[in-house]
């Protein structure tokens, strides 16, 4: 496998500069290569006292030069400030999660979880005929980094989240599964939803949300499998407004709230149960509840916490509080 | 000088320069009185020249360095007029 | 002249300290860790209280010996003969510990920033300022010492606190790390870390006041031990795999992740140059407690004009080394026991058979 150090000395030998890391922004694997294995690369970039611990790793489903050639920023005029702010998206939209190299280095050597990473693609003219055959319009969170149906010439995405076992890469998820990911593990700032509308079969309704309480997990182990129980506590405003709902009214919010619990918690659990069963990976870093029930390091490599994820049983609560909705109820 | 240093070794040359002058500032003498004299050595903190001083109006004791016949410039209440009321 | 430079009390703490936060930067942390595992934390509280103790016992000790160090007590109690081995083995320690903390600095500077400079460059350079040192005398390297060492203690506190965001608590467990045996048992030999108490021995000629002997060494023993938790806290809940790999400066990298907002980012530059200078104190310091042993076995007059040829010792021995896993494997093997039994257990023989004899002496 080619090194990364060697392949900085070539560029060194073609153009009038040296190559310096400092200012390194992002590190983008393509899918590909991360199948096979990345352990090599990352310890090689953490060795290296140039580069910040804290530049994002983004996994791309295309080439990575394909990534590269086509980040044009069009609103930016500096493209350091692009790179910036495209991946902080994540603080207001929830659909990825802004992964940083001592991050993904750590998580990756952890007993307790597994490593997980930005997702990444291109969204232009020439990738759309690729996804002709998706499914009609779902939800806006349902798509992974290159399927959202955006008209644009180039354009990067960073869309889901790229899960790992230890170094390979084992599978990706759609906007909304990091969505879930974020409640979970606590990192999510705010976002906008829709949920099913309750009184208009074919519509929904969009809700903007935000942390109430921290998340509580608990993770018990019986007879060796693990039953994990996620609490989670929302605040929601309603954005979208319909001309026959009444939104002052208390029936109303309570069962726009119990449609929102319900939506939430059913994402959730199949977030979960597709990290347990389909991916066998732990990426939300349950291992840290059960670490405290061993004694002895031995002990605890012993259990491996690591493999028995794979069977446990997740019981999500959810509880949604509805301010009210906007300024104008009626017109 | 410390130009001269850094341009040998960069940072390890101003610090070797700059422990090297505080020392020999240290040992030396002017007067009789050390020459980094109220800072090191470090004797008493709460004379009237030192790390931290305290306002004009409570600085009553001398500095150590001077080796003056009474540590204090004046008595224990030096503004007795504030104090007493009536007449003395 | 030198010998009767005395220092007060606040430069004799700051000297003690300065060696144990010098191991703390040279990674003695990570050795703790390596051995107990997630336990550290509970491995140095331990060491600390075995080291107050020892420190309250080494006091009583000294207490019929005002003015004399531990080379004088051992001509009082076997003649030249006993002055002379403990003098010599005293003098390799030091030359020893000197040798190592310089290679492994100069090999860190050049990893990090002098990558075409020749080492022996380094080492040449760090060995300037000791021969200045010494010409000077004690009282000014103390004095400097002191003006340097709140500011290093001051760094080494904004490193642990700004760092403080990105704890994760989990990893303190599991409690007992490796074993209950390797926290308690086997871990007793991390009392290595308190080498500084080889310090506290030569300390008693060079004070102005003897009676404060026991301040100075307990406020000391007790600040390093603040330190020393502090830092294998800090390590131990940043990193998940530093318990597993070797790193060269540890505490180095917990400095490249202070993050103050988006303009405060890699500040690690004024981390290492506060490091250089206490290491130069360090450094001075222990050439001018060599010279002093060297001074009372020998009857050179102007030993001052030694301080030269002790550089150039250094220099070689520092020179000895192949390759860091050479200083690794000396670090975390050999340096131990050489510490404990030189600094913990001849030493505590022969002071208590001293005060036997002392005890004898009035009785008879």
Redesign the interface.
Same mark, same amino acid.
């Given at each position: 496998m080619p090194l990364l150090t060697l392949g900085i000395a070539l560029v060194n030998s073609y153009i009038s500069k040296k190559v310096n890391l *400092?200012h390194c922004k992002a590190i983008v694997i393509s899918e590909e290569l991360a199948n096979e294995g990345i352990s090599e690369y990352i310890f090689t970039l953490v060795n290296n006292?140039e580069l $910040?611990?804290?530049c994002n790793v983004i996994i791309s489903r295309c080439r990575a030069s394909d990534y590269l050639e086509n980040s044009q920023p069009t609103l930016e005029s500096v493209s350091a400030r692009y790179y910036e702010f495209t991946l902080n998206s994540s603080e207001y939209t929830g659909f990825t999660e802004d992964v940083k190299l *001592?991050n993904f280095?750590?998580d990756m050597?952890?007993?307790?979880t597994q490593a997980h990473a930005i997702l990444g693609g291109i969204n232009a003219n020439s990738t759309h005929q690729n996804h002709s055959n998706l499914p009609p319009y779902d939800t806006e969170g349902s798509y992974k980094a290159d399927e959202t149906p955006i008209k644009s010439e180039t354009g990067l995405e960073n869309m889901g989240i790229a899960v790992f076992k230890k170094d390979k890469l084992v599978g990706e998820l759609t906007g909304m599964e990091s969505l879930c990911h974020l409640l979970v593990v606590n990192k999510f700032e705010s976002a906008v939803i829709s949920i099913p509308n309750p009184y208009n079969v074919d519509s929904v309704i969009s809700l903007y949300i935000s942390y109430s309480k921290k998340p509580k997990t608990s993770v018990k182990i019986i007879n060796g499998t693990p039953y994990i129980e996620c609490n989670i506590n929302l605040t929601a405003n309603i954005h979208s407004l319909d001309k026959d709902l009444n939104y002052s009214d208390q029936n109303t919010l309570k069962t726009i709230e119990e449609y929102a619990n319900s939506y939430l918690e059913q994402s959730i659990s199949s977030y979960l149960y597709k990290t347990a069963k389909e991916y066998k990976t732990d990426i939300g870093n349950f291992g $840290?509840?059960v670490?405290?029930n061993?004694?002895?390091?031995?002990?605890?490599i012993e259990s491996d916490w690591l493999y028995n994820y794979q069977n446990s049983f997740f019981t999500v609560n959810v509880e949604t509080n509805i301010e009210s909705g906007e300024l104008y109820t009626k017109l | 000088m410390y130009i001269i240093l850094g341009y040998i070794s960069g940072f390890l040359g101003i610090a070797i320069g700059l422990f090297i002058q505080l020392a020999i500032l240290s040992n030396s003498k002017s007067f009789g009185v050390a020459y980094l004299a109220p800072y090191l050595p470090v004797t008493n903190l709460s004379t009237d020249a030192s790390y931290f001083v305290p306002p004009m109006w409570q600085r009553e004791k001398r500095a150590d360095f001077l080796n003056t016949k009474q540590p204090r410039s004046q008595g224990k209440i030096s503004m007795k007029w504030k104090f007493w009321k009536g007449n003395k | 002249m030198n010998s009767l430079q005395k220092i007060g009390k606040f430069e004799a703490i700051a000297l003690v300290v300065i060696v144990t936060i010098n191991q703390i930067i040279f990674n003695l942390p990570n050795t703790i860790i390596i051995n107990t595992g997630s336990s550290a934390w509970l491995n140095v509280i331990y060491i600390s209280i075995i080291a107050i103790l020892f420190c309250v016992l080494i006091c009583k000790l000294f207490k019929k010996f005002p003015t004399q160090d531990i080379v004088d007590i051992s001509e009082y109690l076997g003649g030249k003969v006993l002055k002379l081995i403990i003098g010599l083995l005293y003098i390799l320690f030091f030359i020893f510990i000197s040798g190592i903390f310089l290679r492994y600095m100069a090999i860190s500077l050049k990893l990090i920033y002098f990558e075409e400079s020749p080492i022996v460059f380094l080492l040449l350079l760090f060995l300037v300022p000791v021969i200045f040192a010494i010409k000077l005398g004690i009282k000014s390297t103390s004095q400097v010492n002191l003006l340097f060492t709140p500011i290093v203690l001051f760094s080494m506190l904004i490193i642990l606190f700004s760092t403080a965001k990105d704890f994760v608590p989990e990893r303190i467990f599991p409690i007992l790390g490796f074993g209950a045996d390797k926290t308690f048992l086997i871990g007793l030999n991390n009392i290595f870390t308190f080498s500084c108490f080889a310090y506290l021995y030569f300390l008693m000629p060079v004070l102005k006041n003897p009676e404060d002997f026991k301040k100075i060494a307990i406020s000391s023993i007790i600040i390093s031990a603040i330190y020393l938790f502090l830092s294998v806290v800090c390590l131990l809940m940043m990193f998940p795999f530093i318990a597993f790999s070797d790193e060269m400066l540890s505490v180095y990298l917990l400095t490249r992740l202070i993050e103050f907002g988006k303009f405060f980012q890699r500040v690690d530059a004024i981390f290492i140059f506060v490091w250089i200078l206490s290491l130069l104190s360090f450094l001075s310091l222990t050439a001018e407690f060599t010279i002093r042993i060297f001074k009372k076995l020998t009857k050179i007059k102007n030993h001052k004009e030694m301080g030269y040829s002790l550089c150039a010792i250094i220099f070689s021995v520092a020179l000895i080394f192949n390759s860091i896993s050479d200083i690794k494997y000396i670090q975390n093997e050999l340096l131990k026991y050489i510490v404990i039994s030189l600094v913990f257990v001849i030493s505590l023989i022969i002071l208590v058979l001293a005060n036997f004899k002392h005890k004898k002496g009035n009785v008879a």
């Open positions: *400092s006292l $910040r611990p804290d *001592s280095y750590s050597l952890s007993t307790t $840290r509840h670490i405290n061993y004694s002895t390091w031995n002990d605890w | - | -």
